[in-house]
């Protein structure tokens, strides 16, 4: 079943589009029948809305539970869809975090019936665009977009990793009442760490100290988590991504859309955007 999104690194299942050489239809499946313990917390985003960023609070807000010396926050909190080389990722100690780019319609089933907590971060869907623009640059395995007409209209449509932003955020959106679900967005989260950082420990069932809440913000801005080894992804650099073609940890902004998109590319965008998401009321910040 090839890839009906034109770049070749991607295989599409139900709609959702995946990096083929990293997993397989029949193991994203499988994972509908995931076991889910009650104390289990899932991160699910679209691609580059701030997957990391939030793992990276997520992990420090657990930090005290954690018993075991990882030397990644994606082997602390893997990503469920890609199953890492020898490493077990279920027989965790609790409580377990996970992440994950798959679409409501995918996920294990259990989390439909409020068991677990989920924690959904979007981010509006220019910056999204603009973000995967620079990171197919660096990516090998991902079809590098030589500019952003040349992406604009496969992002629109869905074809790229992830699918199609508006059947992520909708998909989940619709079904906020199914799942134990907190949303928050990219923006929220930049405009204001602290009260994010507090927002998901209140959602997580976690009392921290001031001072604890203080170091992880500290410890999740952009520029500290740019120069953190464990933190910064410059791990893709070793197989998966070109070093001189650009960073994970990019520009971190809110907007820069703003200076990549044409007055028309906008225009045009906003069209499909106003109409793919009538009667959605989730509010988009597109800029701070
Ligand atoms: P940009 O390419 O716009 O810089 P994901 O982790 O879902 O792939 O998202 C990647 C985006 O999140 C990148 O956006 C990256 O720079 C941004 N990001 C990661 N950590 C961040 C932080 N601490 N503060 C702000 N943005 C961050």
């Known amino acids: 079943d090839q890839s009906d999104s034109g770049d070749v690194y991607l295989q599409e299942y139900k709609g959702y589009h995946f990096l083929r050489g990293k ?15 009650d104390s289990d917390v899932f991160l699910m985003t679209y691609p580059k809305s701030g997957t990391v960023w939030t793992q990276q609070i997520m992990t420090l807000i657990f930090e005290d539970d954690c018993t075991e010396d990882y030397q990644q926050n994606y082997e602390r909190m893997p990503w469920i869809e890609f199953p890492l080389d020898g490493y077990d990722f279920v027989n965790r100690p609790s409580p377990r975090l996970y992440a994950t780019h798959l679409p409501y319609h995918m ?106 809440i203080d170091n992880i913000v500290e410890r999740s801005t952009f520029k500290n988590m740019m120069n953190d080894p464990k933190v910064n992804f410059e791990f893709l650099f ?36 106003q109409a793919k998401m009538k009667g959605v009321p989730l509010k988009m910040i597109w800029d701070l």
């Open 23 to 37: 997993s397989s239809s029949e193991y994203i499946q499988s994972l509908e029948d995931f076991e889910i313990r």
């Open 107 to 212: 996920v294990p089933k259990a989390l439909k019936e409020k068991k677990a907590k989920v924690i959904y971060v979007f981010r509006n869907p220019k910056d999204t665009m603009v973000s995967y623009f620079h990171f197919s640059k660096m990516m090998n395995d991902l079809e590098t977009m030589p500019s952003i007409t040349e992406l604009i209209e496969r992002y629109l449509n869905g074809k790229v990793l992830g699918g199609s932003w508006f059947d992520h955020v909708k998909g989940w959106y619709d079904h906020k009442d199914q799942v134990n679900i907190l949303f928050l967005s990219y923006e929220e989260i930049s405009k204001d760490l602290r009260s994010a950082v507090l927002k998901i420990s209140k959602f997580v069932g976690k009392q921290l100290e001031d001072a604890t």
């Open 238 to 273: 070793d197989h998966d991504a070109d070093k001189k073609k650009g960073h994970f940890m990019r520009k971190g902004t809110v907007g820069d859309w703003k200076h990549t998109l044409t007055v028309a590319q906008n225009e045009y965008f906003d069209e499909v955007f």
